[in-house]
């Protein structure tokens, strides 16, 4: 079992910048890739970052490319989302999740086993 604690959600204005951490306990964090995914009020979860366990690949949804890092330290066994040049649309509570499959790919919810809670990010405009 694996259990995740994001933090570092908040409300920003446009333009402005958060960083998201993701706490992990539990099994070995560095078994598992790791994901970032946000949910909008009235809309499905969406897919925003993938990081695999070595930390050597990462990808970011078309969406937030350029704008947003995701990062880990396995010592610490914490994931980050760095947000950068944040917009309106960029609002929506922000979940980590991890898990690894031979079936699904990474943007796919079914990918992940574990899921965190969520913290809220608001940015106005």
């Known amino acids: 079992q694996v259990q995740l604690v994001e933090s570092g959600g908040g409300l920003v204005q446009a333009g402005g910048s958060l960083r998201l951490s993701c706490a992990a306990s539990?099994?070995?964090?560095?078994?598992?890739?790791m994901g970032w995914f946000r949910q909008a009020p009235g809309k499905e979860r969406e897919f925003v970052a993938h990081i695999s366990r070595s930390g050597v690949d990462t990808y970011n949804t078309d969406s937030v490319k350029g704008r947003f890092a995701v990062s880990r330290d396995n010592a610490k066994n914490t994931v980050y989302l760095q947000m950068n040049s944040l917009k309106p649309e960029d609002t929506a509570v922000y979940h980590c999740a991890a898990g690894i499959s031979f079936y699904y790919r990474f943007d796919d919810v079914r990918y992940y086993d574990y899921w965190g809670q969520g913290t809220q990010v608001t940015v106005s405009s």
């Open positions: 539990g099994r070995t964090f560095s078994s598992y890739d």
